[in-house]
């Protein structure tokens, strides 16, 4: 069984950065996709930076564009969060889905595998 754990998670000022991890024990992760999603208190969770398995194509929520980069390599996925603005606090989830969806989804739906989520905390 495929376990996520993410890592990354703090409390940053608005403006500021903050890169997360999530590693797959045992598990190559550069074959499929991948994506992270967030759930802010009160609100449904939501995909913000999803990738395709060939690693071409990416799709970003319309709030994070130009701001959320989501990269993997073997062992990890990683979101970097440039100028967070207090809306971006959430828990974050990464998300792990097949090697069969070349096109980047944030459709909860395609993801199997699930980490616990990490803290990020935007606050002055």
């Known amino acids: 069984q495929l376990q996520l754990v993410e890592s990354g998670g703090s409390l940053v000022q608005p403006g500021g950065s903050v890169r997360l991890s999530c590693a797959a024990s045992?598990?190559?992760?550069?074959?499929?996709?991948v994506a992270w999603f967030r759930q802010a208190p009160g609100k449904e969770r939501e995909g913000v930076s999803c990738l395709g398995s060939t690693g071409s194509s990416t799709q970003y929520a319309d709030s994070v564009k130009g701001r959320f980069t989501i990269s993997r390599d073997n062992e990890k996925v990683y979101l970097e969060m440039n100028r967070l603005k207090p809306e971006d606090t959430a828990v974050y989830f990464c998300?792990?889905?097949?090697?069969?969806?070349?096109?980047?989804?944030?459709?909860?739906?395609?993801?199997?595998?699930w980490g616990k989520g990490t803290l990020v905390n935007v606050s002055s």
């Open positions: 045992g598990f190559r992760l550069d074959a499929y996709a």
């Open positions: 998300a792990v889905g097949s090697i069969y969806i070349v096109q980047a989804t944030c459709d909860p739906r395609e993801y199997a595998y």
